[in-house]
């Protein structure tokens, strides 16, 4: 739980950022927000998570 609310944390901070340098405008942000938002009611979801867990356990496992 911990880790997907720091990627939605992080996912909204490059949002605002994105916004406020002009990079993408309000609209197509609600766009990508409203398409994300449906896009975690579908089938696809669980598919999703599972990969973003691996992602994130793959970067843990990174010794520096």
Do not use: C, E
């Amino acid at each position: 739980m911990a880790i997907s609310l720091s990627v939605v944390l992080l996912l909204a901070i490059v949002l605002v950022v994105m916004i406020r340098s002009g990079s993408i405008k309000g609209g197509p942000a609600v766009v990508a927000v409203l398409f994300g938002f449906f896009l975690a009611s579908t089938g696809l979801a669980p598919t999703i998570n599972d990969l973003m867990d691996s992602i994130t356990k793959a970067i843990a496992d990174i010794n520096f």
